[in-house]
């Protein structure tokens, strides 16, 4: 089968755009769940609706791919399953090295959709010497003096790093060096990569700061209708939700890292 490191993904090549990229996995994740009920065709507005974009937008980005559907039928699922599972290099087998075996670091080796969507876990690796030859989800985990023998071993060319965020960067600079060209970055900081190296960043507190922000609009536009235009009350400046307080009154610092999130 083939590996990771001797043939890429042709999406830049074909001059597919980043936006379209990103919403493939969208739209198989979708018909997948077609296929898994037997349903042989879809239009583009069921389909489109399972993955939560407008009808229009997916056959512009079906257009990249050279698929139109077929008028009144719609589109193939099966054929489509495995056009986008192509485009996306889902057809061969994708080692993966997770750097970093804490709570989260063990939580994504027994994450079950890796396996199912073309990505192989080749290694658990973590600088715990305690660590060392444990069991973590049925593979034991190695130390990290021996990350770059593993990556060439293996040939692995992904790397996702759960580690905390003072050894991010380091564990980053090693990955590349020994030949990682791709990093799943789940540490709460900001990566350095050379180009040619694609980092994708997966961040809960983000998520929720911004769930946060529109919370406090809907309570300010609420609190607004309650008071009426006469009230006297001010709904202009924001407020913390009583979370963010302490008993006395006062605001709470960050709370530390938070865990990043699962991946869908």
Known sequence: M???????????SRGIPEATVARLPL???ALTALSERSVPTVSSEELAAAAGVNSAKLRKDFSYLGSYGTRGV????????????????????????I???GNLGAALAGYGGFASRGF????????DPAMTGKPVAGIPVQHSDDLEKIINEDGVSIGVIATPAGVAQQVCDRLVAAGVTSILNFAPTVLSVPDGVDVRKVDLSIELQILAFHEQRKAGEEAGAEGGPDSGTDTGAPTAPPAARTAGGSRKGPDGDVPAVMPA
């Not at 083939?2 to 830049?12: L, V």
């Not at 192989?120 to 600088?127: C, P």
Request: net charge positive.
């Open 27 to 29: 739209y198989l994740r």
């Open 74 to 97: 719609g589109y193939d699922v099966e054929y489509l399953v495995y056009q986008i599972s192509r485009e996306l290099g889902l057809t061969q087998d994708w080692p993966v090295v």
């Open 120 to 127: 192989r876990v080749a290694a658990l690796i973590d600088a």
């Open 2 to 12: 083939a590996t990771g490191r001797t043939h890429r993904p042709a999406t830049r």
């Open 99 to 101: 750097v970093g075996i």
